[in-house]
């Protein structure tokens, strides 16, 4: 966690970030920034596009329900995409947009659903997908906008891993055993492999699907632990390990 | 994650589990596994109250809006609640339902509301806590019932914890570094201490606060890397590392 600005807003858009700019904010933003956050004339708001790092914006408010924004200076440089997959089984309900953020919040550069044996349901909205993770990054200050790939099927995903990507396999069956000397044993930490984290349904994966898993070299399994989580709870803890040991977060 | 069967609902019950005893379903239990689960007569539910482990119970039909549960035989003894306490600045809105969730699914026993300076809010609603604790419990295949404490002033909160416990404090402030080190160096993993997690509010401590808990022996600050973190992923992140390092996920 790093010392922040939790005081002014923080959005996404779509337009270039230079200094003077004027942007017309959409109605839905608008109505955010005046009639929920109750902000005026003057007021700070953060701006980020994915490209141009996060610049300073004031309000120009020209009615009740429409503003503008004018670009002052840049806050902080872009940063690039993690390069670190988090690879899941898609879930039912309001889950899977915590997932999506969580994975987002704790560092994960591509979002990638992944169809198993055992996934719920075999639709998948993405743009909404898409949506969470952005409000992720407008809300924890992540300036690199996530990917969100499209779902494919387990075999499909696991051959579009490069060679060298260590994947780190979430196995609700693996023993219990120490998930950081797993780690730590599978990748120097001074230096890191890229990195892909797979998380698998509620049901957990077939047997066939662990035996394809488990054949792919650079793989490692790892229990997290003597309770069951749910999948968005995995993806946190999973994540807080695997940045804490070859991460980020070091 | 341990393999466990996902397909028999598992519910809390106040009534003492012995075999042969038959229990009455609440109408809201009862609505829950014959109209929204839609279980049948014989259909295996798995049980716990806190006390007596967990038994298998089938379910004896005795209306469309009313059932009886009969107690099978046990499969789980009583395992003791985690000696873990949780303690963190309360939220406003559906975050604080996910957090209490999230802290049980980790390990917490304890989960205590701290009001800081910068909390949101000074109502809680200590009820509405619990029951969150204890749908986690439930669906997570947790024996031990949270305990849930009344929310108290942080200098109260920290004078109520043992000198020998740990307090492990997320420090949004503290410089990053490596927070498996920090825990490592804080305790020693073959012979942990009794643990407490401190989370803040997301305005963070104030200087005054911050001075407090560090004046606290048997205190370590840990930084839970770059990205900001919400508190209800603050929580699953530091009790992922905790439980790695000091705790059950060794």
Known sequence: MAAYDFTAPRLHVADDLVPGAVLPLERAQANYLLNVLRRGPDDPVLLFNGRDGEWRATLAQSGRKSADLVVREQTRPQTPRPDLQYLFAPLK?????????????????????????????????????????????????????????????????????????????????????DPIAALRAAADPAAPPPLAVLVGPEGGFAQEERALISARPNTVALSLGPRILRADTAAVAVLALVQSVLGDTR
Chains 1, 2 share one sequence.
């Open 93 to 177: 309900s309001a889950r899977l947009d915590y997932l999506a953020q969580k994975a987002v919040e704790m560092g994960a550069g591509t979002i990638r659903p992944v169809f198993t044996r055992y996934t719920q349901g075999e639709r998948l909205n993405v743009e909404r997908l898409r949506a969470n993770a952005l409000e992720a990054a407008e809300q924890c200050g992540i300036l690199a906008l996530p990917e969100i790939s499209e779902a494919v099927r387990l075999p499909v995903a696991l051959a579009a891993l490069a060679p060298e990507r260590l994947l780190v396999f979430c196995d609700e069956d693996a023993p219990l055993s």
